[in-house]
């Protein structure tokens, strides 16, 4: 009887102390939710009437050969993005965290590049990757390792490339500074003791580092993946998702067809269109988190 | 225990609150934010006034690169706010963050009681039904300045009413360099486009980095949209027909001229390999750093030479953009004036609008920006600082001026071909992609004929 | 020994070039705002500004009047990431150490509130604002900035909590702690790192947003730096000088606020010793 008040108690506790960011995000995301899987039925143009129809709207995206392009650029973009910043971003996290010369000065540098406002490094890049004034070409071509400019954002499959580096270049800090906070949580100890039962640093690494910091390093990734998913400016500024569409992933391709031509529907069509399997891949991630937790 | 809970739930219902109240706090206090409740709402979303009884006007008005001109226009505006007793929310914005802006403000009804739009927003807006008859705005105008320049008038004129006021004109030239050139053997620009093509194979060394011909493509670049949209008039080649409505984008004309054009790409090779993704500061670029010999641009670019690089000053020269078999064609990019017709202030907006063309006042305006900025009235070409072989062309080029949708007339439909830059698209499919040109013009009539249908 | 001094000087150089990494595009930055304009445009551009010149700074600070936008950005990017974390660090404990029903939907849906992009949710957001009438005011941004920030710290600090060992917070219990004390003064303050760690990205978060702001805000005083700066790129000639200045002013606070709370970061190396 004790217990199970008890267990009120806490559910209720729990209860209060979730209130603030449910109902913060029921009334500022449920709401535009809504709102945007009913003007995914319609066939709205932007200050136009709204008329129920069904999913012809998503029947013409698939129909679309840019559209299509575009989910497989997602994809690719999403993906290597994200794989080279959680790499990156282990590293860094490992390096600031061991014996180094500097080592607040260190990681305060390693920091800025979050920091820029990416408006403005997504145009630095673009112009360090300029054909004409660039960075990289001028210097590649000075040591005579090229003898014509690199077409870093002209070329179709050279501009992907280019876009993920400058992505990852941004994006590697978070998944740093993140893992950082969750190594240093872990007891100086636990290394010691393995160092004297004699495992080596690989070792060390797989079976202390990452099971420790194994929560931080799976949500950190996950977000960075919703983030990289849903990155707009960098693409937008660096290629406009050119050269012929080489680059054109679901959110410039969403801008492109809602603002610069006004088909709010199929705009926003083309963003649920992704949901689902969003949806799917979030879940599995966050039950796996859940398993964890259970061991 | 439960006390503490009670507590917490307290505190964080307090913050909450307290966010609310300060928020409602700030709608009274700020005139200019909307609300649909009458005492506190802005005029831009139902109420004319504020609640002491003072009229207000919210005006957006394109920023463009010139400080002094943004600055000049503002004042003027606040000037009238002082003159009469209104109270003036004016704001200006860069032309590439407005379609957010406009998109939002129709969505939530919040837009301003005057806006800059370009002929191409006007269209659709008019057919959305949001803006107001000017006609008896523009006759004031005219009576007091003289005729504005009639074609400038024909993009916003719907059945017989005028719906937006020619403000001022980017008129497009090619800006050339004359050492270049002369080196090359050349002592004048070039006057048509086979003319342009041989100047630019003799002036291009890819050894040396430097391609004659600065003309590209890109998914956002709408100046490498108006040269290929002008090229292809010239070369006799369009996309809609005389009617408005049919579409040739795939006609023989069209797909001879979109091949002369791959040509500059592909056989010339006269254009930097950079081209085929280029944005719109590129051209700039390529040619202040002389990358490239010739450019069709603005006359944002002499100016911003002109400022800062003397040297490349005067080796630069100015000429129209080159004629093609069916005649010469220039690109109609401007800024209008219109007034929306959700606003309260109606008669005050008109009123602001005359107040802007007052022609001394317009003058002095214009001239900051001689030749970057073209002036609308018909006697603007006789003044004195229109007479120099810099700023010449670029007034004169005012009578190739051709409206998007041409040899019919501009219709929104031909404004979102426009905006979707789908000539750009086609080129990069033939260059870029490998398509010939019947393929690539195939593709482009299928997706005109998409955005006609709908 | 040596074998650790090796390994020493391999991590060091390997620091080395994650740091010139990092730094590239800043150095291009740095250079380029203090260049004049001629020198700016050249097919061969300048490693280091020939003749070095304040004067894109000045442009910035007088003519541009960048200095209140600072200000607005922060006082915005302030509110919102303390306030999102204080109430994120509530929810992020109840998601790590309690049972209740519906916990797994809750804080699931937590996470797919993140799923939409920008791009799109600004007009139902814009029209939230405008209902509430905060238009052109910084509390819009305040009552919506919170989208981009709640989600992932509510999350991030769940996974923070988690790594903290039931048995010190056990212990606390024992010793006669009710479950908020020991939250507040046990659990909290061993997630310090994780805490500075989320209001730090919270705080860039807003600090660099652009969208939102850009619909929401169009008055010149109640500019944020984003759109102060988006406002250099005008037409096709870019304010280069004076947009690269500005992202260096920029981005100085934010370090220097990075740099005052990694004494915090660093403080839960205590982790271990408090068992």
């Known amino acids: 009887m004790r217990a199970l008040s008890r267990e009120r108690k806490k559910e209720l506790l729990a209860y209060c102390l979730i209130a603030p960011v449910i109902i913060y995000l029921i009334v500022f995301m449920l709401f535009p939710f809504i709102w945007a899987l009913w003007t995914s039925v319609t066939n709205r143009t932007i200050g136009g009437n709204a008329d129920f129809v069904g999913i012809d709207n998503f029947v013409t995206l698939v129909r679309d050969r840019v559209f299509r392009q575009s989910v497989w650029n997602t994809i690719v973009y999403t993906l290597f993005a994200v794989l080279g910043k959680v790499v990156l971003g282990m590293i860094m996290a490992l390096v600031l965290n061991a014996q180094i010369p500097l080592k607040n000065l260190s990681r305060v540098l390693l920091f800025i590049p979050w920091t820029i406002p990416t408006l403005v490094s997504a145009l630095t890049w673009r112009w360090m990757y300029s054909d004409v004034g660039g960075f990289f070409n001028y210097i590649l071509m000075s040591l005579n390792i090229v003898n014509a400019p690199v077409p870093w954002l002209y070329d179709p499959k050279l501009a992907m490339v280019s876009i993920i580096v400058a992505n990852i270049w941004r994006g590697a800090p978070f998944i740093a500074i993140s893992l950082l906070a969750g190594l240093q949580s872990i007891p100086e100890d636990y290394y010691e003791a393995a160092q004297i039962d004699g495992a080596n640093a690989i070792i060390r690494f797989l079976h202390i580092t990452i099971p420790s910091i194994k929560d931080v390093l799976i949500l950190s990734t996950l977000i960075t993946t919703i983030w990289t998913f849903n990155d707009f400016e960098i693409v937008w500024l660096l290629t406009g998702g050119g050269p012929g569409n080489a680059t054109q992933i679901l959110s410039t391709y969403g801008y492109t ?39 | 225990m439960k006390k503490r809970i009670l507590a917490l739930v307290l505190v964080s219902i307090m913050a909450l609150s307290t966010l609310a109240a300060c928020s409602k706090k700030d709608t009274t206090d700020e005139p200019g934010t909307g609300t649909k409740t009458p005492p506190a709402g802005g005029a831009s979303d139902g109420t004319a006034e504020t609640p002491d009884g003072q009229r207000e006007l919210t005006v957006w008005l394109q920023r463009v690169v010139n400080e002094t001109t943004n600055n000049m226009i503002e004042a003027r505006v606040r000037q009238f706010g002082e003159e009469n007793d209104v109270t003036i929310n004016v704001e200006l914005i860069p032309y590439e963050n407005m379609m957010p ?16 739009m370009q002929y191409q927003e006007a269209g659709r807006f008019y057919e959305q039904g949001l803006l107001t008859d000017v006609s008896d705005v523009i006759a004031t105008i005219e009576e007091a300045n003289g005729p504005i320049i009639e074609a400038l008038k024909g993009p916003t004129t719907f059945g017989g009413a005028q719906y937006a006021i020619p403000q001022r004109f980017f008129s497009v030239a090619i800006h050339y360099r004359t050492d270049m050139l002369e080196a090359a053997g050349f002592n004048a620009p070039p006057a048509t486009w086979d003319e342009f093509r041989e100047i630019a194979k003799a002036t291009t060394n890819p050894s040396e980095g430097i391609y004659g011909a600065g003309i590209g493509l890109g998914a956002t670049n709408s100046d490498a949209e108006w040269l290929n949209q002008v090229m292809l008039w010239g070369l006799g080649g369009a996309i809609i027909a005389e009617d408005s409505q049919t579409i040739i984008a795939n006609s023989p004309e069209t797909v001879a001229a979109l091949d002369y054009m791959s040509q500059i790409y592909l056989e010339d090779g006269s254009t930097p390999p950079s081209a085929v993704n280029w944005d719109d500061a590129a051209n700039n670029t390529a040619f202040l750093t002389g990358q490239s010999a010739m450019v069709g641009n603005a006359g944002t670019l002499l100016a911003a030479i002109r400022a800062d690089d003397p040297e490349l000053y005067d080796v630069t020269g100015i000429a129209q953009i080159p004629a093609g078999p069916a005649g010469f064609f220039a690109p109609s990019a401007g800024g209008y004036l219109g007034i929306f017709n959700q606003s309260k202030n109606q008669e005050l907006a008109k009123e602001l609008l005359a ?64 905006n979707l830059k789908l000539l750009n698209e086609t080129m990069a499919n033939i260059v870029v992609n490998g398509m010939t040109p019947q393929e690539a013009a195939d593709i482009l009539q299928e997706k005109v004929e998409a955005i006609f249908n709908k | 020994m040596k074998k650790i001094k090796l390994s020493n000087v391999l991590i060091t150089l ?15 930055t740095l250079n380029t705002s203090f260049k004049v304009n001629s020198e700016i445009y050249n097919m061969k551009p300048s490693l280091w500004p020939k003749k070095p010149t304040v004067q894109s700074y000045i442009d910035l600070v007088v003519k541009r009047n960048f200095l209140p936008s600072l200000w607005n950005s922060f006082f915005v990017s302030f509110i919102v990431s303390v306030g999102s974390v204080a109430i994120s660090a509530f929810a992020g404990y109840a998601f790590a150490r309690l049972d209740f029903r519906g916990k797994q939907i809750l804080s699931n849906s937590v996470l797919y509130s993140y799923l939409m992009p920008r791009s799109v949710l600004f007009i139902p957001l814009y029209m939230l604002v405008t209902t509430f009438g905060l238009r052109d005011n910084l509390m819009g941004l305040i009552v919506i900035y919170p989208t981009i920030t709640i989600p992932y710290a509510t999350w991030m600090l769940t996974s923070y909590f988690r790594t903290i060992p039931l048995a010190i917070e056990e212990a606390a219990e024992i010793d006669g702690c009710g479950r908020i004390r020991s939250m507040i003064q046990v659990v909290f303050p061993l997630a310090k790192p994780g805490l500075a760690a989320t209001t730090i990205f919270a705080f860039t978060l807003c600090w660099s947003e652009y969208m939102y702001a850009l619909v929401i805000i169009t008055r010149s005083e109640t500019r944020t730096i984003t759109l102060a700066l988006a406002n250099m790129v005008v037409g096709d000639v870019f304010a280069w000088g004076p947009m690269m200045a500005g992202s260096i ?23 271990g010793a408090v068992k």
Do not use: C, H
Request: charged fraction near 20%; glycine fraction near 4%; proline fraction near 7%.
């Open chain 1, 257 to 295: 067809v809602g603002f610069m031509n006004l088909n709010l529907s199929k705009a926003i069509s083309s963003s649920m269109i992704a949901m689902p399997f969003l949806l799917i891949l979030v879940t599995i991630i966050t039950n796996r988190f859940k398993k964890s937790e259970v061991d």
């Open chain 2, 101 to 116: 802006l406009w998109t939002s403000g129709i969505e939530a009804k919040t837009l301003p009681d005057v806006s800059f």
């Open chain 2, 355 to 418: 107040y802007l063309f007052d022609y001394d006042w317009y003058k002095s305006w214009i001239d900051v920006e001689v030749p970057s900025i073209i002036p609308v009235f018909e006697r603007s070409k006789d003044e004195p600082e229109w007479q120099d072989p810099l700023t010449r062309p670029f007034i004169e080029s005012m009578d190739g001026v051709t409206f998007i949708g041409y040899p019919g007339e501009f219709t929104p439909k031909a404004g979102e071909v426009f």
């Open chain 3, 14 to 28: 390997l620091l080395l070039l994650l740091v010139i990494v990092s730094l590239l595009p800043v150095y291009w």
């Open chain 3, 249 to 271: 002013v920029a981005t100085i606070p934010i370090l220097l606020i990075y740099m005052i709370s990694s004494k915090n970061m660093v403080s839960g190396l205590t982790v």
